[in-house]
């Protein structure tokens, strides 16, 4: 592995034959580093990396170090190192859940020595192993006081090389001797590792090491049927964690110490029987032993761990506890690091908490609850109803979570469905096992009120352009989900008018303000616009509103203009007023626009008409005083555009008082046009009559750029 690297082990994917139910394992991590390693961590894959390491190697030799570890995602351990090295993974057993009828339960013993071969000679003493040769233990004959229902043991090996040693191996007397390293001493050094090792033959175990050795082997506990004994352990999950630093609290050993592990930060269950730990010691020199035992009872004669050479060393151990506590000792000045990664209690009535409420509609609602199945096949469900006390409550489905070998616990989430509106429910959750049945607090909610039509309100406009801006509204869904456009458009009763883009206001019962910005609007116009807003009670429309877009930049002013007809055929006796509305669209460069006010006045042979053009426009101003072809006749003057005049009333005329435009090519810097004009025809008509003989049209105008 590369240094840095975290890598993911799925176990039951190897060929060691473990299923895919177990819920731990037993392991032997061995490093063969390619030069120092800081350290090594191993953890459940899909949990946060902890602060916790596994072993140490800063003079880059091969070391081992038993770890019980807790199967992650899709049962993976996840494993870091600081520095390159290679890892062996060996395994010598798993932890399954109690409803497996062939599982073991743990029984913790006073630490005891089992064998030492530097003794006489006999069945646990001497002679030394040979190197090469495989030597059988009589575990269960030792003084130990183990019952013949032992069927694993949880054992401590301490090698005492007579030089190199290349590694030691450890199996069940009868089986074959696996290819798995127990521990390794390739510096000689005297080197101790953990081991939970199956009783094989009449409760053997065998033993082999490449060199000569002497070894000592030491038990904490050992495992059998849950019958066995009148108090059988479980295994229970613990996030790793550091109980213990003594370089941050400032105890070194000796003397001994004592360590509340319950009293830690770790969240030990008060009802730990056993602990597992993982005990690093950093000596100030040659350290002949470090031994770890059950706080309350003499220190006993067996050791943890060794580091004769004085080096950074980590074994793991599991220790009995009565109380909580564990005592440390070692012979030399040492710092001591424990940490935790899982405990051994007795399988107990499950611990049930009754969690929150979430998703509350009229109707529905979701309600949680988590639950510590303590060891033996656990059920839960909730009680709940309209009752505080629950008096004639619905269950809900029972649900089996099993029976967990973790204390970190289960959740889970029920959806009720059928609740009356606007009613005021009551829950608890409740767990049953063998061990009997727990109840957690009573909590409560209540369901929303029956939907009713959104509340809304049109709001102002804002942010006006020529051709954008901002409407605004507020949306109070009711209780329901909701959905909100605005209609806008030129009409005044919204006829033809689009819609926004729907917006989804959720469900809740506060009112929600919205706004919508708008682009691509004509200059110089008025907009009506309205909130609408719908859910399953209905919909709401609210007030129609209008704002009117900013007129384009450019030029404003005004034309007036006088017509006197005269001739011997015309005949006037009448005066005439009126308003010309409405002028043809805009034209592709301009616009077309006609007089504001036209009136004429006549008597005899003569006639006078005046009108007034007002009129606005973007770009270039040009007046055109005369142009070919037009001749002045009856009913137009206007703005026109060179490019494309058009006249009216009525639209198959294309006669002309007079024309101008504000698009043509004037000084495009000037600022302000004024002028004026006369034109004179021989012959022209009259508004009120024909046969007028002459006219005279005489037009001022003045505009300025705005």
Not at 63 to 92: E, P, R
Not at 530 to 541: D, E, I, L, R
């Amino acid at each position: 592995m590369s240094a840095g690297e975290t890598r993911n082990f799925v176990v039951p994917n190897s060929g060691c034959n473990i299923p895919s139910t177990a819920g731990a394992y037993a392991l032997n991590v061995t490093v063969v580093p390619q030069g120092s390693l800081g350290y090594l961590t191993v953890w459940p894959t899909g949990e946060s990396q902890p602060y916790v390491s596994t072993l140490n190697s800063y003079d880059g030799r091969v070391k081992a170090n038993a770890a019980i570890v807790f199967a992650g995602t899709a049962g993976g351990i996840s494993v870091y190192v600081t520095n390159q090295t290679d890892v062996v993974l060996d395994i010598s057993g798993y932890f399954v859940p109690s409803t497996d009828t062939s599982a073991l339960t743990f029984f913790p013993i006073s630490p005891c020595r089992i064998a030492d071969t530097r003794n006489p000679n006999g069945a646990l003493g001497g002679p030394s192993l040979i190197g090469g040769q495989a030597r059988d233990f009589p575990v269960s004959a030792s003084s130990c006081g183990l019952p013949a229902s032992a069927q694993a043991y949880s054992l401590n090996f301490t090698v005492v090389p007579q030089g190199y040693l290349g590694y030691l191996s450890v199996w069940p007397t009868g089986k074959t001797q696996p290819l798995v390293s127990t521990l390794n001493a390739d510096t000689g050094a005297v080197t101790a590792n953990g081991a939970i090792v199956p009783a094989g033959t009449n409760g053997d175990v065998s033993v082999f090491a490449t060199n000569n050795t002497d070894l000592v082997i030491d038990i904490n506990g050992y495992f059998a049927p849950a019958t066995a004994s009148s108090e059988p352990l479980w295994l229970f999950n613990i996030a790793p964690c550091r109980v213990l630093d003594t370089r941050n609290s400032g105890s070194t050993l000796p003397p001994p110490l004592t360590v509340n592990v319950e009293g830690s930060s770790c969240g030990v269950s008060t009802s730990a029987k056993a602990f597992v730990l993982n005990a690093t010691a950093i000596p100030d020199g040659p350290l002949f032993f470090l031994t770890l035992w059950p706080a309350g009872i003499s220190q006993p004669l067996v050791s943890t761990l060794n580091a004769l050479d004085g080096i950074v060393t980590s074994n793991m151990a599991i220790i009995p506890t009565s109380n909580g506590s564990i005592e440390a000792a070692s012979d030399g000045a040492t710092d001591l690091v424990l940490d935790i990664n899982g405990l051994f209690a007795s399988a107990t009535a499950p611990t049930v908490t009754t969690g929150a409420v979430n998703s509350i509609t009229t109707s529905t609602a979701s309600i949680e609850g988590s639950v510590h199945q303590n060891g033996a096949d656990t059920h839960i469900f909730f009680a709940y109803g309209t009752s505080s006390t629950l008096a004639g409550a619905s269950d809900t489905t029972s649900l089996d979570v099993g029976s967990g070998i973790g204390t970190l616990g289960v959740s889970f989430s029920v959806p009720l469905s059928g609740l009356a509106s606007d009613t005021k429910y009551y829950y608890q959750a409740q767990a049953t096992n063998s061990l009997g049945t727990t109840k957690g607090a009573i909590n409560s909610f209540t369901t929303l009120a029956s939907a009713t039509a959104p509340t809304v309100i049109t709001g102002a406009a804002s942010s006006i352009t020529t051709s954008t801006a901002t409407i605004a509204g507020s949306v109070n869904p009711n209780g329901a989900d909701t959905h909100m456009v605005f209609a806008y458009g030129t009409s005044s009763t919204l006829a033809g008018a689009s819609d926004t883009t729907s917006l989804d206001v959720g469900s809740g019962t506060l009112a929600v303000g919205i706004s919508v910005p708008l682009n691509g609007l004509a200059a110089g116009t008025k907009y009506y616009y309205q909130v609408q807003a719908t859910n399953s009670a209905g919909t709401t429309n609210g007030a129609i509103n209008s704002f009117t877009t900013s007129a384009a930049p450019g030029w404003a002013g005004q034309v007036a203009c006088v017509k006197t007809v005269t001739g011997p055929n015309y005949s006037n006796n009448e005066t005439q007023k009126w308003t010309v509305v409405g002028g043809i669209p805009a034209q592709p460069t301009g616009q077309t626009l006609y007089p504001t006010q036209w009136s004429s006045t006549g008597s005899g042979h003569s006639a006078s008409q005046t009108w007034v053009i007002q009129a606005s426009g973007a770009g270039e101003l040009a007046v055109i005083t005369s142009q070919a072809g037009v001749s002045f006749a009856r009913y137009n003057a206007q703005i026109a555009v060179p490019a494309g005049i058009q006249a009216t009333p009525p639209p198959s005329y294309f006669d002309y008082e007079y024309q101008f435009s504000p698009f043509g090519n004037s000084d495009p810097n000037a600022q302000h046009v004024q002028g004026s004009s006369t034109v004179t025809s021989p012959a022209c008509d009259s508004p009120v009559e024909p046969g007028g003989s002459s006219c005279t049209v005489t037009c001022s105008w003045n505009f300025n750029k705005n």
